[in-house]
Structures are given as C-alpha cells and as structure tokens.
C-alpha cells in the first residue's frame, strides 16, 4: 500500500470522543502514523507476515495501519475500556473485519511495580532452587510479538509514564520498538533506551511535527505544534523460553530496577523544584507587601 | 449473525446508534460486523496472570460460554514465523478448551517430518491457522490455573487489569 493510500484510509477513523487528560491521550495523526509504518514496513521489512502489538492502542489508528501494511497478527493493548469501544468501532467499517485483537491491561502499573516485587523475591533467592514450590517468578509474564509499536503518553502529565512505556514495549518486542517521543528529550531517550534498558540500539529513523489539537484546557492555543523523533529501538535479545535466565535477561532486570529509581529519583527532584518555585514566589509576594 | 445481533442488542450504544442510522439495511449490516476483535488463540497464548504471588499463572484456562469462527485470510509464511514462537502445549491445552483439537500433534513436527508431501504440510499450518486465527471466544472468562482468579472477556475483550492489591 502506497503512503498517500494508507493516509486516506487512516484519515476516516474516528479519534477520541472525550479524551482522558490523565492519560495524555492524543490519537495519532493518519500523516505520522503513515510515516512510522511506511519505515517500519519499507526500510525494516518489520510489518509484513509479522505479529504486532500495538501499546496504547487507543482508538487504533497505528494498529488497523499495520494491518492494512500486510501484517500477520495484531495484538491492540491500552487500560482505556472506552478507548478499546472506540477502537472497535473503527475495527467494524471495515469489510471483510479487520482481524485485531484488544486487550485491557495497565502496563505501566506492572513496571512501576516491578521494583517492589523485584526486593521481596531477592529474599527467596537462596531457597529456591530445587523447590519449585518456593520459586518466585522472576519477572511478569508479557505478551511477545516481533515488533511493538507505541504511541506513548509524553509523560509531561504522568512523570515516567513515556519511559514505563518504552521499558513494557522492549520486554514485548523480539526484533524492534517503534516509538515517538519528543524531539526535544533526544539525548535523554537515547541514554534511556541504551544504558538503562539495554537496548542493542536506538535510532531515530523519521523527525516529524505532531499537531495536537486543543483537546483539553490547558493548552492555550488552537493547535499546538510539537516536534517528535520517531525512533526504532532494538530491544535486547531475549531468552529462547519463558522461564530460562540467561546473563542477558538479568542485566536487562537489573537495568530496569535502575529506571524504577531513576523515575523515583526524577520525581523527587521535580517536587523539590517546584517547592523552590513556591518559596521564590512567597518571598516576592512578602517583599511587595513590604513596599506598599 | 443471530449471535452477535444478541451480543449488539445487550450494549448500550444500540439506541444510539438506531436512531442515528435510518437505513435499517444498513443496520443490520453493521451487525453482522460487530464486534471483530474477538478473542483469538493467539492472544491468548501470549496471555498470563500477573497477580502478586502467583508463579505459575500461565497458560490461563479458557471457559468459553460461546465460540465463533470466522473466516480469515490463511498465510502459511506467517504460521510458519509464528510456529517458532508459540507455546505450542499451551495452545493444544487450549485447543482442546474450545473444541478445536483437531488432531494436532503433541510436538511441532519438523518441516522435514514431511519431505516432499507438500500438501500434507499445507494441510497442517491450514489447520494450526484454523485453530489459532479463526477460532474466536466471544464470552466467557480466563483463569490462572495457580490462583483460580478469573479474567472476564468483556465484550470480546479479555479484562487483564489487575486490582490495586493484586499487583
């Protein structure tokens, strides 16, 4: 299928109805959409006769266009119960249906989670073997497929949320994460991608400007223009079976357990900025009082 | 087509949407294109219970009240690329839970087992296409075979999200 072909067909879908702020969910636009499955289909070979998950499926638009790509199996995940209705929705113009497959399921919470975890199942390390009893899983158990692609939330509402998405998407994909994320975190992307989730590499493949349209209150103009680098990340190699370990598998964990605190850590350090923020403002407050 | 019109019916949006839509032709056709995201063998295979605690929560029982098959599209590359991913005793247990065994074999047979015999090959990844692409579980529920919690499919869709305290 051709890109304009694709653009078309995408631009008919139906986006978010009531879009939740909570989330940041904005719908991906049919022109980035295009552009991230015409490189990932062209340039890669990573859409066609390939199982696809779609992470933050939303109303669907990356998910029914990898379909549309010629791709073999696509999983649709997101938490958003109205989102997946809506997403249906799109599914039924179809004819003959498109054949995508949802599922609800809170990815972030598992990542965020899986620090504490990670903590009480080091105390049973030393008695689990042999016991099968006594054996704590080692991480959860995540749907796999060749290629994850994912329109994250821009963590600017959640903190984290951006780089939680990106952690699940490299614990799914086999061969490669498509992703978009801010053109202005780049540097900071790339460290998280290669140093602390391990990722054999992380490029960006397409730079473009993502019009978000004035969906929620806070944005105080019409449509607000947002550069976004669309990167492909190859996630590190997995184990061949669910419950083997190998050294890569551990430092991948430990690398993620390193991210849990740094999210913690980035958190922190935003609550006190802001504080220092307050407390300036306070003191200007006290010396206009003064003067007057 | 009398399946997912009852399906249709229990949903709220069906005033929405006949009021919305005069033409009742066209209503009927969008019934019998409701709801194509039923749950596949597939996805299920990529499936398990995440509950806190839990070890082995994986494959998840199915407990189907009703199974459709639809037709899809048979692309032997894709099974083939698929053959080497799936959990394959976890999907003949759920074969058999949907009633699609269909005589497969305990192990995946090599591609040499059948030499020349291509049509026997074909034959083979047509059925394992069949069971893990067509065969659909409308309603009913999943269950971690460790803890017994239960994950609904909610129209369609299986309901994943764990409780506060599950996680």
Sequence with gaps: MKPKQLESELQDLKTFSTPKQNLEQYATTPLLATRVLHVAAVEFDDIEEKSVIDLGVGTGVLAIGAKLMGAGHVLGIDVDRDALEECKENLETYEPELEVELCLMDVVELIRRYDDDEDEEEEDVEEEEGKSENVKRKDYVWPRADTVLTNPPFGTRRKGADVAFLAAAMKMAETAVYSFHKTSTREYIQKVAVKKLGAKSAKVVAEMKYGLKNQYGHHRKEEVEVFVDVWRIEPPPKAAKRDDNDDDAEMFEQNLRDLAANIEELQLSARQRKDKERNKNSNKNSNNRRRW | ?167
């Design chain 2, 1 to 167: 087509m009398s399946l997912s019109f009852g399906v249709f019916l229990r949903t709220q949006k069906v005033t929405k949407r006949l009021v919305k839509t005069t033409n009742i032709r066209g209503v009927l056709q969008r019934c019998a294109y409701t709801y194509t995201s039923k749950m596949r063998l597939l996805a299920h295979n990529m499936l398990a219970c995440n509950v806190k605690g839990v070890v082995n929560g994986y494959p998840l029982t199915i407990h189907a009240t009703k199974i459709e098959t639809n037709e899809s599209e048979f692309n032997g590359n894709f099974i083939v690329h698929m053959l080497g991913k799936l959990d394959w005793g976890a999907f003949l247990k759920a074969c058999k839970e949907v009633n699609a065994s269909e005589d497969l074999p305990e192990e995946i047979p090599s591609r040499d087992a059948f030499g020349t015999e291509e049509e026997q090959y074909e034959m083979f990844l047509r059925k394992v296409h069949h069971a893990l692409l067509e065969v659909t579980v409308v309603e009913g529920h999943l269950e971690c075979p460790e803890s017994g919690r239960k994950f609904p499919i909610e129209n369609t869709i299986p309901n994943m999200l764990l409780n506060e305290d599950e996680v």
